[in-house]
């Protein structure tokens, strides 16, 4: 007895940590915008739904090796990123916080309809990166692709803290971040690193669309759910901050899983959205921050 | 001058009234259009939750992606209140309205006091929970195949039953939403309203109670909603949780926003546009999706104020052009 309730315990762990990585990835996505220009750009679901889509795609027409795929799915989605800046939210004329969020659900909107009439409207699978039998640990079944999405997603957690860290790109970029008059005073494109920040946030969305295929099939009208989720954890973690966004992406993939397990899959969506709902009811700047935004 | 313009609107309000009372009977002379009358039930429908989500966005600058939830509340509460419990068509549209306004107080006093995005989220994500209860709640919702035997409405024991009585009959309400909806604008909480719009921080100092001002269009918005879902629920008089869902609030922002933010005249051309569209592109099929993120996406580039602005635009050009020859 108490046996099975380690082994099923673990097995919650593990599916809540595979599925919390992409929140994580998709909430990083979320700031990474937020920061430089305080959109919330409710396209960003879609980024993961394309990038899971397309490497699936790529693979079957082009049988190149999985990660070249990868690699040329991610950059695709992540210039597909940049092209959306520059067509539809560059051009706006001294648009309001509304015309913004209007214009990134038309973007939404537009990418899932491309997406169902590229794909259709059946799910995709894909085989794990690596195949090979579960591991099993105490009981529990562990699958290999588990190991995969956490090394990707703390992956794209560390290049990213060296890109802000350590590149002068990654430096501008938290420059406009903090004040983008006084940026641009010193010569940085606010343009430029608003582009940079809707490309890369476009990249992580393809990376955590791309690993959770295996696990999770994908299909065209995802993105929704991806973007709310995401959300949810980057106003759980605090808007804004990374650490937060990651931590509270991890949080929300747990919670998900044990209520899937102990109460009941139907209501586990519900469970996450009522909880988001709190938090913007108790706590609006997040549980990590102290100060109120 | 203000004198003049309420003139105007009550002019336009009863020029629009006979134009919907003659529509039938128009659309009566041809077969190819017999069944438009069906069409302008549901745009009635749609109208009167368009109308609500347009003096949020036009009158608050605020935006919900949860509207759906309020027009399933009312569809519910209607539908489970006449069948399973016996009560009568109008007590329940009563009902179905003061709990959406109870659940639109929940949702936006904490919202609204904060920034934009944050309604847009919490309401996306009230109108989610909702539409899973809708399918989860099998007892009371009948879960995915949801119910039907919904009776329909009746005036002074004569019922509604055919599609011309229940068009005149949703017309009159959805022209009643527009003049309150005129009313509200042109009211003092209107008035702070459009200033809040303009900019939050003047609004302020005036004295105005922004969120106060704001809860209260976002509880008419909500209680609109659930006007329209109750009217749903009694023409069709059947329910299942797919009209409810996630993309029928997009689709009542596109209403909106394609219509023109800022005039409530916008959500009713959206309203129409966003009924006769599918019926004129059938060609696309499920595509139709795409035209709408394409047209939303050029109407949001190019002309923020929608059709109704552009009309008002091209008819100021020419008026302006004639004027100075």
New interface residues.
């Given amino acids: 007895m108490n046996q099975i309730e380690i082994s099923s315990i673990l097995q919650y762990v593990s599916t809540g940590i595979s599925v919390g990585a992409i929140y994580a990835l998709v909430a990083l996505g979320f700031n990474i915008i937020y920061n430089v220009t305080e959109i919330i750009n409710f396209a960003q679901g879609e980024f993961g739904v394309w990038g899971g889509l397309l490497l699936v795609m790529l693979i079957k027409s082009l049988g190149f090796p999985l990660f070249i795929c990868f690699f040329i799915a991610v950059f695709a989605v992540s210039l597909l990123g940049a092209l959306i800046y520059w067509l539809s939210i560059a051009p706006l004329q001294k648009p309001s916080i509304l015309t913004k969020i209007i214009a990134t659900i038309a973007i939404s909107i537009i990418l899932k309809g491309l997406a169902m009439f590229i794909w259709g409207k059946d799910p995709y699978a894909l085989k794990p990166f690596v195949e090979g039998p579960p591991v099993q640990f105490a009981g529990a079944f562990i699958q290999t692709q588990t190991f995969w999405i956490l090394g990707i997603t703390l992956t794209m957690v560390l290049v990213l803290t060296f890109f802000y860290n350590s590149t002068v790109t990654g430096k501008a970029m938290r420059a406009c971040a903090d004040d983008s008059e006084a940026a641009g005073l010193v010569g940085i494109s606010t343009t430029r690193m608003v582009l940079v920040s809707f490309a890369l946030s476009a990249a992580l969305g393809a990376v955590g669309g791309a690993i959770i295929t295996p696990m999770t099939l994908m299909e065209y009208d995802r993105g929704s759910m991806l973007a709310i989720k995401g959300f949810s954890a980057a106003i759980l973690g605090g808007l804004g901050s990374f650490n937060g966004a990651v931590a509270a992406g991890f949080i929300l993939g747990l919670l998900e899983a044990f209520a899937t397990g102990f109460i009941s899959s139907s209501y586990k969506d519900a469970i996450t959205l009522i909880l988001l709902l709190t938090i913007i009811f108790w706590r609006p700047q997040g549980l990590f921050n102290r100060k109120a935004r | 001058m203000a004198h003049s313009m309420h003139n105007r609107a009550i002019f336009g309000v009863i020029l629009f009234a006979m134009i919907i009372a003659i529509l039938p009977w128009l659309f009566k002379l041809s077969s190819a259009t017999a069944y438009y009358t069906d069409v302008m039930v549901f745009v009635a429908i749609h109208s009167i939750i368009a109308a609500g989500l347009s003096l949020l ?1 036009g009158y608050a ?3 919900s ?1 949860g509207q759906a939830a309020f027009y399933g509340v009312g569809a519910y509460v209607s539908g489970i209140l006449t069948t399973k419990l016996g009560i009568s068509p109008w007590n329940a549209m009563i009902a179905g309205m003061v709990l959406a306004a109870l659940l639109a107080y929940l ?1 936006g006093v ?2 609204l ?6 309604l ?3 309401t ?3 109108g ?2 909702a539409y ?2 809708f ?2 709640f099998l007892a009371l919702t009948g879960g995915p195949s949801g119910f039907g035997g919904i009776p329909h409405l009746s005036i002074f024991g004569l019922p509604l039953n055919s599609t011309l009585s229940f068009y005149y009959f949703a017309w009159t309400l959805a022209i009643i939403v527009l003049v309150i909806s005129l009313n509200i604008i042109d009211s003092r909480p209107g008035r702070a309203l459009r200033a809040i719009h303009d900019s939050e921080r003047a609004a302020a100092a005036m004295g105005i109670d922004l969120s106060r001002a704001k809860t209260q269009v976002f509880l008419v918005s909500g209680v609109f909603g659930a006007l329209a879902g109750s009217l749903y629920a009694h023409f069709v008089s059947y329910i299942n949780p797919p009209p409810f869902d ?1 993309f029928f609030s ?1 689709k009542v ?1 596109m209403m909106v ?1 394609i219509g023109g ?1 800022g005039s409530i005249w916008g959500a009713y051309v959206g309203a129409a546009l966003l009924n006769f569209l599918p019926e004129w592109l059938t060609f696309l099929e ?2 139709d ?2 035209a ?3 047209i ?2 050029i109407i ?2 190019f002309s ?1 104020s929608g059709l109704v602005g552009l009309f008002v635009k091209i008819t100021e050009k020419l008026k302006t052009s004639t004027g100075s020859e």
């Fill in positions: 966005l600058g605020q935006i992606l949702v904490p919202a006091r904060l920034k934009g995005h944050y847009a989220m919490a996306l994500g009230f989610m929970i899973i209860f399918n989860e996630v997009v922002l926003t933010i499920d595509f999706v795409l709408y993120g394409f939303l996406l949001v580039m923020p």
